[in-house]
């Protein structure tokens, strides 16, 4: 089957990294796939296996003009390159191109809870804001990451159940096990905290560091995301400088957090939070935010323990605290709760979604 899947960029954001691990396990199945991107940027190699093409040297405008040249440019490349069984995009962005490119058998996939998003505009952008999600899902096929996110789309932007499959992110667990245990010179001297995630509003690197100065943990932080201005100021604010390392993304992050004794998700706001089904996998503790959506549908049984409730610096310290206390999971205990999020299965339903194309 040929597959076409479409992104902005190879940037560090979980989205583009959870295509990219679609594209890989696609072509090692014998599947063809061309990953698109609109422009050349961002650290992430290219999905092994996939045909890499990019409409636009550099950063590419992301306005009105800026989305109708890159609409233009897939438009052209479809047209000379093997027909799409399924074609899919990623990120709004990327999914209004596809959109004005007209893509033959085009499926958007969701990444994050959107209604959330929204909630950080102001009234009058938000509307506006949610008018164009409307418009742009609410009348074509979606595939959600979660759960969560595919209620989200019904509840919030009017999307018809029947129009949603929900196909979780790829996860082999093998692999993730096999680079875990790859050297890494780099990497700081365990024990330490960790925290995956770029400086922006959502992913609440405040909450993190008033959570981690109160919680009276006396470990390392290391933070894996770009040292940004302002991720560097907030570091001075709490007065963490000599308490914390700020490593940048890391190509393979895995030595990073199987090295870790707990991995710290405090999100205000997550599509399917990969680095909590990764840290897992590698036998690392973790403590999420209770947010929409993920953790809850990740974190089942004895590890819905570990969840605590959104912007609570105080509930966060104390769940640190007490996972600390606890053991490591068990490579048993792991593969079992996590066995939704089994490589095989989610590519599997990508496959059955292009077949459904095809009838």
């Known amino acids: 089957m040929n597959f076409v899947l479409f992104t902005t960029n190879l940037a560090g954001g979980g989205a583009e990294k959870a295509l990219a691990k679609i594209g890989s396990g696609l072509a090692q199945l014998g599947h063809r796939v061309d ?95 949610a008018e164009r999600y409307r418009r742009l899902y609410g009348a074509r096929p979606l595939i959600a990451v979660s759960q969560g996110v595919a209620a989200d789309m019904q509840k919030n932007f009017g999307v018809a159940m029947q129009r949603i499959r929900t196909i979780p992110n790829p996860f082999d667990f093998a692999q993730i096990r096999d680079d875990a245990a790859q050297a890494c010179p780099s990497r700081p001297q365990p024990p330490y905290l960790i925290h995956i995630g770029r400086y922006a509003a959502q992913k609440r690197h405040d909450l993190l560091f008033e959570a981690y100065k109160i919680s009276g943990v006396n470990l390392p932080l290391v933070l894996l995301a770009p040292p940004e201005p302002g991720l560097q100021d907030l570091v001075v604010q709490y007065g963490l400088g000599d308490r914390l390392v700020i490593a940048d993304f890391q190509a393979n992050p895995y030595p990073w957090l199987a090295g870790a004794e707990l991995l710290v998700l405090c999100s205000d ?88 194309f095809r009838e």
């Open 269 to 356: 706001h997550e599509g399917l939070p990969n680095v909590l089904i990764e840290a897992l996998v590698c036998g690392t503790r973790v403590v999420s935010t209770d947010c929409p959506s993920g953790p809850r549908e990740i974190l089942r049984g004895e590890l819905a323990r570990h969840l605590a409730p959104c912007g609570d610096a105080a509930a966060l310290a104390a769940a640190l605290r007490a996972a600390l206390a606890q053991p490591r999971p068990t490579r048993a205990q792991v593969d079992k709760v996590l066995a939704p999020y089994a490589a095989q299965a989610s590519l599997d339903a990508y496959i059955g979604t292009a077949l459904e």
């Open 35 to 129: 990953f698109v991107v609109c422009e050349a940027t961002g650290p992430y190699p290219p999905p092994l296996g996939c045909h890499l093409h990019v409409l636009q040297a550099g950063a590419a405008s992301k306005g009105w003009l800026g989305k109708r040249a890159l609409a233009w440019r897939l438009h052209r490349w479809l047209k000379t390159a093997p027909p799409p069984d399924l074609l899919v995009s990623t990120l709004p962005f990327a999914d209004e191109v596809a959109q004005l490119a007209a893509a033959p058998r085009h499926v958007c996939r969701i990444a994050n809870t959107l209604s959330q998003e929204l909630a950080r505009l102001s009234p009058q952008k938000a509307a506006r804001r």
